[in-house]
């Protein structure tokens, strides 16, 4: 399952998920997020970037932005959304027990956008999927850290201990917990930063 980017003549960007395989279940990315919340057939307006934005900035808009959507997601998530969380998460593991990093990025990125789908606001689902190139930049695990690839996962397991628990608190806790690990992974500092 993948979010995809397109350029539309007119220079805009869009968010729309790709043709996936169904899960185990039936629930795909693309049913889920039709089914979760209501996604209109019109792009969103989104400035094209003359470069990108600076690591720290795109770890402080993911602290932001994935925290408030854990809090929210949580109020709202249902049996089948923690099934998805949970199918992700076992692909997650293979990936990383296999040292298939590119996949794990990917798959990575798609438990995030699983959990921004569930919180139910379009508008922080445009946002992350307008910036996803960027953000798998700062997602991807770099080669000097491949020695703590199993992190991320302990720490995904943490999130969805909190969504089956139905905590919001804890959901943002552990979000932003791991986004402010996954920075350090990258030598940024961002406890400082958003504390």
Not at 70 to 92: C, P, Q, Y
Not at 137 to 155: D, K, T
């Amino acid at each position: 399952m993948s979010i995809t980017h397109r350029l539309t003549d007119h220079g805009t960007q869009s968010a729309q998920a790709s043709t996936a395989p169904e899960c185990g279940g039936g629930l795909s990315l693309r049913s889920f997020v039709r089914d979760t919340i209501a996604v209109p057939t019109d792009a969103p307006k989104i400035v094209r970037l003359a470069a990108p934005y600076p690591r720290l900035d795109l770890c402080r808009f993911r602290h932001m932005l994935e925290g408030q959507a854990a809090r929210l997601a949580a109020m709202r998530v249902v049996d089948a959304h923690i099934d998805a969380l949970e199918r992700n998460l076992h692909s997650f593991r293979t990936q990383i027990r296999a040292m298939q990093l590119h996949e794990a990025t990917e798959t990575d990125f798609e438990f995030h956008s699983l959990i921004i789908a569930i919180s139910g606001v379009r508008l922080f689902a445009d946002l992350h999927a307008s910036f996803r190139d960027m953000l798998i930049e700062v997602i991807r695990m770099p080669q000097a850290s491949y020695s703590r690839a199993w992190e991320p996962v302990v720490e995904h397991e943490r999130i969805l201990e909190a969504f089956r628990r139905r905590d919001p608190e804890e959901a943002r806790y552990y979000v932003q917990s791991h986004i402010v690990r996954s920075a350090e992974r990258f030598g940024i500092v961002l406890a400082e930063d958003v504390v």
